[in-house]
């Protein structure tokens, strides 16, 4: 019975956030303020090779592109794989400090203190140094996935078993890290690693509410992607129709994501505060 209550206020909580998210519209500003970000390291990266790989410029981007990779062809290895791993550091970095500063304007929002796009990341960017922390670990779990994907390709006789445990690696790594942006913001730690067995722990104690919440967050992304894919798939022949749909994809997922964070968010305030109050009152409208 207890069970159930959780799995039922999981199932609230993730409608509370799709609820704060139609009120405080401003929540959706910091993964639009994330992709711009993003853009902008990419030209940046895209300038510095320009400028340090090709000896050649071409008018058209697309062109200088093709140059610039036909160039890396022919670098050392290490070269390529460096310059990658910079690439991830710095978008992984980049995710994850915007990703804290939505975490904390909703920890502001909950507790109704006043705040804006500008103060939550300023308070982002005091957790640098955990932020980098967690970005090189996600990066090497990222390279780990990579190989476990080729080692999966290469050794097809296996195929099925592998792909098993990797898919249940995953969902063990995903359960494990799931309140690390929110273990950063409302508590005080000096080691990542104490940062990742704390959100384990936590996901231990709100299994159900957690199991909840995603099912309900999840059942909503395949009812809100699932008509424009289908629609796309249904008229192939017209590419803008393609075009929009990938548009509205990106536009719902991102709008699920910054639910998805707002749950996280509900539900540890909810549990902090059942810690200090034995009745806590989670209300923010």
Sequence with gaps: ?????????????????????????TLLL?????????????????NALLFSVSSQHYPGILSNI????????????????????AILFCTLFITTLFNVALV???????????????????????????????????????????????????????????TLISILIAISWFLLTFFVMQVIVFEVHTNIFTIILRSGSLVRTLFFKVLGGQFWLGLIMI?????????????????????????????????????????????YQEYISQKTHPHPSIKWK
């Design 1 to 25: 019975m207890h069970r159930v209550k959780d799995f039922k206020k999981g199932l609230q909580h993730a409608a509370d956030s799709i609820s704060m998210i139609w009120q405080q519209k």
């Design 104 to 162: 904390w304007h909703a920890k502001k929002i909950l507790e109704k203190i006043p705040t804006t796009l500008l103060i939550s990341i300023r308070a982002s960017v005091a957790h640098y140094y955990m932020i980098g922390m967690w970005a090189l670990i996600s990066m090497a779990g990222i390279l780990i996935q990579q190989k476990r994907t080729d080692l999966i390709e290469s050794i097809e006789q296996l195929t099925t078993p592998l």
């Design 30 to 46: 910091y993964l639009g303020v994330l992709a711009i970000a993003s853009i902008f390291l990419l030209l940046v990266f895209y």
């Design 223 to 267: 009812l809100v992607i699932t008509p424009p894919i289908v629609f796309a798939n249904v008229y192939p022949r017209f590419v803008h129709f393609e075009l929009g749909t990938m548009i509205v994809v990106l536009a719902l997922k991102s709008i699920l994501s910054t639910a998805q964070a707002l749950f996280k968010t509900i539900l």
């Design 66 to 85: 093709a140059n610039i990779t036909e160039r890396l062809i022919s670098t050392p290895d290490w070269f390529r794989f460096l310059g990658k791993m």
